[in-house]
T-cell receptor
Framework: KQEVTQIPAALSVPEGENLVLNCSFTDSAIYNLQWFRQDPGKGLTSLLLIQSSQREQTSGRLNASLDKSSGRSTLYIAASQPGDSATYLCAVRPMDSSYKLIFGSGTRLLVRP | EAGVAQSPRYKIIEKRQSVAFWCNPISGHATLYWYQQILGQGPKLLIQFQNNGVVDDSQLPKDRFSAERLKGVDSTLKIQPAKLEDSAVYLC????????????FGSGTRLTVV
């Protein structure tokens, strides 16, 4: 059974810091991994999607890496801003016929001005 | 492009009552998902539809939960009777057929069972 774990559960940093969020998964048989952002009272917004054949994806100040063989992914946020404060969730799409996603519990990020 | 619409935004009911949630996906998205997110946890898939057929409902508590997507467009998720542990945010999502990109979530319905 696929399990997704995110560490740390919460993180508080001063504005301007570079930071890394971690995600691990137990079964390497995945099609892809996605990072989502969730703001309070709102739905999830997809940030980056990494296919299983890729090593990393970049969008602006965000960079996500994937090491499928070791079951790990990281989300790097450069020059953090207060507007980055949110919960970040990683999710894997298992290698089966559906398109369901299996989520971690998320990292709650607070960027202090 | 309009997003995934869900209603109501909030619902408070007593245990053993029934409740229904509604979702209207992005136009043209063939696949619709209902996820349950308990406070402090990540979303968990309850049921996945492709057009009006069920693809995966392995984690749906079928003794109390039901869902339908009659015309392959909007969908309703029902709980009857509700239990305290059903308190959660119910998220609807949709995606194009056969695509990983474009996975779009609604804002959810927050259910409190007292």
């Amino acid at each position: 059974k696929q399990e997704v774990t995110q560490i740390p559960a919460a993180l508080s940093v001063p504005e301007g810091e570079n930071l890394v969020l971690n995600c691990s998964f137990t079964d390497s048989a995945i099609y892809n991994l996605q990072w989502f952002r969730q703001d309070p009272g709102k739905g999830l917004t997809s940030l980056l999607l990494i296919q299983s054949s890729q090593r990393e994806q970049t969008s602006g100040r965000l960079n996500a890496s994937l090491d499928k063989s070791s079951g790990r992914s990281t989300l790097y946020i450069a020059a953090s801003q207060p507007g980055d404060s949110a919960t970040y969730l990683c999710a894997v799409r298992p290698m089966d016929s559906s398109y369901k996603l299996i989520f971690g519990s998320g990292t709650r990020l607070l960027v202090r001005p | 492009e309009a997003g995934v619409a869900q209603s109501p935004r909030y619902k408070i009911i007593e245990k053993r009552q029934s409740v229904a949630f509604w979702c209207n996906p992005i136009s043209g998205h063939a696949t619709l998902y209902w996820y349950q997110q308990i406070l402090g946890q990540g979303p968990k898939l309850l049921i996945q539809f492709q057009n009006n057929g069920v693809v995966d409902d392995s984690q749906l508590p079928k003794d109390r939960f039901s869902a339908e997507r009659l015309k392959g467009v909007d969908s309703t998720l029902k709980i009857q009777p509700a239990k305290l542990e059903d308190s959660a945010v119910y998220l609807c999502a949709s995606s194009p057929l056969g695509a990983d990109y474009g996975y779009t979530f609604g804002s959810g319905t927050r259910l409190t069972v007292v």
